[in-house]
């Protein structure tokens, strides 16, 4: 294995060193990627959580053929929690408040966190552009997806919420994914101008990872039909050598 990555490593570098100008061929690249997403809840998801948003990462290969092949990871977050009254129901008093171990009110806050990992395929198409590298985004993938919630309570002063306890009521929840991309990618001799943009479709079947469900009173053993969809934009970091630039004098 350590062999195939090595050779594989060196093929990368060797493709980088070649001097190349985009404007005028296709062109083998490797591709970091950063990205944000603003993506909408829907399915079992929505009666959960709201509305979320995710920052990721990626690397991939662009052959000269134009298709995409790499990996993807997502982070999640969100700061509406639907159910939030429910969790709370069975250890709230009967005007909603949390009692502290001081006997205090205490301050209880929820929010969505999660993940997505996922192997993904695409392919570019050249459409409206003279530049071989750039055009339509189409792009599939299968993963892992996560997403719980996180339990935070004023200095830690309430166990029933803390601990082990938090397992009880923090709905953490895995399975497969899948999600769908459509958009634009623009790919230059510039490394500073490179960059995609579109929609993405994620759906996902998942189940609880707990053992209890302190809410239930019993083990969730529901498969949930998530998913969420939006906007992602992206910023690409290529790594191949521009060809040199051309001087002409008369």
Known sequence: MKKILFLLFLFIISQAKAQISLKDSSAFAGLISVSY?????GGDLADRYGNNSALGASFSFKTRSNWIIGVDF?????????????IIKN???????????????????MFERGFYTAFKLGKIIPV???NPNSGLLLLGSV????????????????????????RGYDRLSSGLAISEFVGFIHLSDKRLT??????????????????????????????YKDSFFGIKIGWIFPL???SPEKFYYN
């Open 37 to 41: 997403s603003f993506q909408f809840s």
């Open 74 to 86: 997502n982070y999640i977050f969100g700061n509406e929690v639907k159910v939030y009254d429910q």
């Open 91 to 109: 250890i709230a008093t009967s005007e909603g408040y949390v009692i502290s171990r001081e006997g205090t009110f205490t301050d209880t806050k």
């Open 128 to 130: 409206l552009n003279t």
């Open 143 to 166: 993963g892992y997806l996560q997403h719980g919630i996180r339990i935070e309570v004023d200095n830690n002063n309430t166990p029933q919420l803390m601990g082990d306890y938090a």
């Open 194 to 223: 490179n960059f995609y943009a579109g929609f993405e479709f994620t759906q996902g079947w998942t189940k609880s990872m707990r053992d209890y469900d302190f809410v239930m009173m019993k083990k969730d053993n529901n498969i």
């Open 240 to 242: 191949y050598q521009r």
